[in-house]
């Protein structure tokens, strides 16, 4: 079992920058094998994909954070973190990393990322 703990979030103007870190603890001898993600939820919309990246370092963006997110793992610290820049309000949500299911990368269906953390808040303000 692995478990994963972000920090990071807070509160930040539009336009500003924030950096969120993922830590994974547990069976961590196998966190260089799998993809690493990136989710958001804002109140009242569903969980959305944000980032992927995977044990190659391909990496995957959804359409509206592509070109100013950029997401980067450190295998040898079990880390994952999500540059975040050029924020918008429309950015606010609760940010969650979460753990691919196995080691082989099918897309970025929240269902098949098996591990989650608690999630770290983001709120952009106008």
């Known amino acids: 079992q692995v478990q994963l703990v972000e920090s990071g979030g807070g509160l930040v103007q539009a336009g500003g920058s924030l950096r969120l870190s993922c830590t994974a603890s547990?069976?961590?001898?196998?966190?260089?094998?799998?993809?690493m993600g990136w989710f958001r939820q804002a109140p009242g919309k569903q969980r959305e994909f944000v980032a992927t990246?995977?044990?190659?370092?391909?990496?995957y963006y959804a359409d509206s954070v592509k070109g100013r997110f950029t997401i980067s793992r450190d295998n040898a610290k079990n880390t994952v973190a999500l540059q975040m820049n050029s924020l918008k309000p429309e950015d606010t949500a609760v940010y969650y990393c979460?753990?691919?299911?196995?080691?082989?990368?099918?897309?970025?269906?929240?269902?098949?990322?098996?591990?989650w953390g608690q999630g770290t808040q983001v709120t952009v303000s106008s």
């Open positions: 547990g069976r961590t001898y196998t966190f260089s094998t799998y993809a």
């Open positions: 979460a753990l691919y299911r196995t080691p082989y990368y099918r897309g970025s269906n929240p269902d098949n990322f098996g591990s």
């Open positions: 990246i995977t044990r190659s370092a391909s990496t």
